[in-house]
C-alpha cells in the first residue's frame, strides 16, 4: 500500500509536469464544461407531473442491464448542491437536457407548471454561479405518448409537436439560456433506435435487429433521420424569426463521430472509409450544409431514403449557428461489398463496411487514448463542410462504475485530448468548447450502470448518493484554476478514497 501511493504520488507529479499546455492557452471565451443528460441523471422520474419517456419505456423493458433511471443521479432533488461542486470545480459552462415528457408529460398539450418550475430553477441556480448553461432539447428520450400516438420520429407529425415544445422552451428560458441544440446524436438514435433495435424505441426488423417487436430497419432510419432534420430545420427557423435577435442565442444541432481509419491502404478500404464518414456524418451534415443526402446514399438507399422537397431542403440548408459533436473514439473500417448484393437491406447493409476496434487489448475496459482521433474529426470537418464552429458535446473516458476514485485512465484520458484540440484549434479548427461526459456518474446508454465516466463518483449503494470527487475532478479543476496538481490535491483525493489506506500515516512521503 505504500509502494502504491507512493507510485501515485511519483505518477501524479510526472504526469503534471508534463503539462505543456494551460487554460490560458485556449481563446478565454472557449468554454469548457461538462455534460449530462436529463435521464440519466435526473431521477425523480414519475414525480411533479412528469411522464415517460421512450427511453423510461426501454429500460424498464429490461433492456438496460436489468436498471432504469427512476432514481439515477438524483439531479433532481440534489441540482443545488452540484451547482455548488461545478461552481468549486471551475466549470465555465453546463451541458445538459430538458426532459420534454417532464415539461409537456404527453409531448403535445398541456404544459406541466412543476416542469417549468425546476428547470428555471436550475437554470437560475446556473447562471447566478456563472456558469453558462447549454441545453439540448432531445437526448434520447421522446415522450411516449407521441410514440404511442403516431410512432414518434416516423411520422412527419413530430415537426409540429417538436417545434412546439422547442417554441415553449426559448420562451420560457431563452432569456438565460443562449446555446440551444435541439436533437442528441442524431445518426447514432437512428442507427440504434430504428435500425438495430438496440437503443430506444427499440424499432428494427429482422434479420437486422434483435428483440424488435415492430419496425422497419430498410426504411425507418431514414424516415426518422429525415423527420429529425425537418424537425431541427423548423425550430431553428422559429428561434431566428421570434427570438434570436431579442435573446441574442445560437442554435445548433449534435452528431456523434467516430475518426474512420482504413484497415489497409487498398483502394477499397480507403472508398470503404469515405462511406462510412458519408454515412455517419455527411447523412446529417451534407442535408444542413448543402441542402441534400450525399450521392452515396442515394444511391444505395435508392427509395428507401425520402428525398426532400425543394422547401425541406431550404428549411434545412444553413440551419445552424454551430454543430455539437460527441467523439470518444476511433475505428478501422473494411469494405465489405457483399452486403449490397442482399436483396433486403438496412442501413449498415447499405454503407457496406465492416468495422473493427482499434484496440489492441480486446479485454480492456477502458478506451485506448486516441486524442488524434479528435483532431482529424475537426479537421474533416474543417476541410469538408466549410469549418463550422464546433462545440464538442461529449468526450470522455469509460471505466468501470465501482472502479477506484483514483481514475487515471480518465486523468490520461482528458489530458490527451484536451492537448489534442489545442493542436486542432492552432491549425485553425474552428471549436469553441469543450465539455466532458459526463460531470457525476450516470445511468449510460448501452451499460446502465456498469460502466461510469463521471467527475464526480457516485456510490450505487449509497442512499444518500452522496458525490465523491475522483481524481480527475481535481485534475479538471486544476486545469481550469490555472494550478497544477499539488501534493494538497492529492492528499485530498486520498481522503475520500475507499480503495487506500487513510492519509496520515503516509503523509510525510508528501
Ligand atoms: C505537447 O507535447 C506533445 C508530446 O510531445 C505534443 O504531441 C503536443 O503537440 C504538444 N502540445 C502542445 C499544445 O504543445
Ligand atoms: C432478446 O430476448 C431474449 C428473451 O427475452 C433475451 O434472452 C436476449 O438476451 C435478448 N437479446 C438481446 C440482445 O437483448
Ligand atoms: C419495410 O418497408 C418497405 C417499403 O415500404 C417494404 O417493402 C418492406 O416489406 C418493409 N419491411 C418490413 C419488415 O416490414
Ligand atoms: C496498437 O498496436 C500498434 C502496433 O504496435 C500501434 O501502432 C498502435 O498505436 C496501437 N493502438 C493503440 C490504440 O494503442
Ligand atoms: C464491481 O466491479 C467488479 C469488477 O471490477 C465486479 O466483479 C463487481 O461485481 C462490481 N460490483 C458492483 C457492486 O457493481
Ligand atoms: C492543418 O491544417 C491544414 C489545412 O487545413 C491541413 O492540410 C493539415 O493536414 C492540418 N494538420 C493536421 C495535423 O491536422
Not at 170 to 180: A, H, I, M, P, S
Not at 445 to 455: I, R, V
Amino acid at each position: 500500500m505504500l509502494k502504491l501511493f507512493l507510485g501515485i504520488t511519483l505518477l501524479a507529479l510526472t504526469v503534471f509536469a508534463a503539462d505543456n499546455f494551460s487554460r490560458d492557452d485556449f481563446p478565454s471565451d472557449f468554454v469548457f464544461g461538462a455534460s449530462t443528460s436529463a435521464y440519466q441523471v435526473e431521477g425523480a422520474a414519475d414525480q411533479d407531473g412528469r411522464k415517460p419517456s421512450i427511453w423510461d419505456t426501454f429500460a424498464h423493458a429490461g433492456n438496460m442491464h436489468g436498471a432504469n433511471g427512476d432514481v439515477a443521479s438524483d439531479v433532481y432533488h440534489k441540482y443545488k448542491e452540484d451547482v455548488q461542486l461545478m461552481a468549486a470545480m471551475g466549470l465555465e459552462a453546463y451541458r445538459f437536457s430538458i426532459s420534454w415528457s417532464r415539461v409537456i408529460p404527453d409531448g403535445k398539450g398541456p404544459v406541466n407548471p412543476k416542469g417549468l418550475e425546476y428547470y428555471n430553477n436550475f437554470i437560475n441556480e446556473l447562471t447566478s454561479h456563472g456558469i453558462e448553461p447549454h441545453v439540448t432539447l432531445h437526448h434520447n428520450d421522446l415522450p411516449q405518448a407521441l410514440e404511442d400516438d403516431y410512432g414518434g420520429w416516423i411520422s412527419q407529425n413530430i415537426v409540429k409537436d417538436f417545434t412546439e415544445y422547442a417554441d415553449l422552451c426559448f420562451r420560457t428560458f431563452g432569456d438565460r439560456v443562449k446555446y440551444w441544440t435541439t436533437v442528441n446524436e442524431i445518426n447514432v438514435f437512428a442507427l440504434g433506435g430504428y435500425d438495430r433495435g438496440i437503443l430506444p424505441p427499440q424499432r428494427c426488423s429482422s434479420p437486422f435487429g434483435v428483440n424488435c417487436s415492430r419496425g422497419n430497419s430498410s426504411t425507418e432510419p431514414y424516415m426518422a433521420t429525415h423527420h429529425i432534420l425537418l424537425a431541427h430545420g423548423s425550430a431553428a427557423r422559429l428561434y431566428r424569426k421570434k427570438y434570436q435577435d431579442r435573446q441574442h442565442g445560437f442554435i445548433g444541432i449534435n452528431i456523434f463521430s467516430y475518426w474512420f481509419v482504413p484497415l489497409t491502404n487498398t483502394v477499397e478500404d480507403v472508398t470503404a472509409t469515405e462511406r462510412a464518414n458519408d454515412f455517419y456524418v455527411g447523412w446529417i451534415l451534407n442535408p444542413l450544409v448543402f441542402g441534400d443526402y450525399p450521392d452515396i446514399i442515394k444511391k444505395n438507399a435508392g427509395s428507401r431514403i425520402p428525398a426532400f422537397t425543394k422547401a425541406e431542403s431550404n428549411l434545412v440548408k444553413g440551419s445552424y449557428d454551430f454543430l455539437g459533436v460527441n467523439c470518444y473514439n476511433a475505428l478501422y473500417v473494411k469494405e465489405n461489398p457483399r452486403t449490397l448484393q442482399m436483396e433486403v437491406r438496412d442501413v449498415n447493409a447499405d454503407m457496406a463496411i465492416e468495422l473493427k476496434s482499434i484496440q489492441n487489448d480486446t479485454s480492456a475496459f477502458e478506451f485506448p487514448v486516441t486524442p488524434w482521433a479528435l483532431q482529424k474529426v475537426l479537421e474533416y470537418l474543417k476541410q469538408k463542410y466549410d469549418n463550422p464552429p464546433v462545440f464538442i458535446h461529449e468526450n470522455g473516458q469509460r471505466t468501470r462504475r465501482n472502479s477506484s476514485l483514483v481514475d487515471w485512465p480518465r486523468v490520461k484520458y482528458l489530458h490527451g485530448y484536451i492537448g489534442g484540440l489545442l493542436d486542432a484549434l492552432r491549425n485553425g479548427s474552428n471549436v469553441r468548447g469543450y465539455f466532458v461526459w459526463s460531470f457525476v456518474d450516470a445511468f449510460e446508454l448501452l451499460d446502465g450502470y456498469e460502466s461510469s465516466y463521471g467527475l464526480y463518483y457516485i456510490g450505487l449503494d449509497d442512499p444518500d448518493l452522496k458525490r465523491k470527487p475522483k481524481l480527475s475532478a481535481y485534475w479538471y479543476s486544476n486545469f481550469l484554476n490555472r494550478r497544477s496538481l499539488t501534493s494538497v490535491g492529492v492528499i485530498e483525493l486520498l481522503k475520500n478514497s475507499f480503495i487506500l489506506p487513510p492519509v496520515q500515516q503516509h503523509q510525510s512521503l508528501l
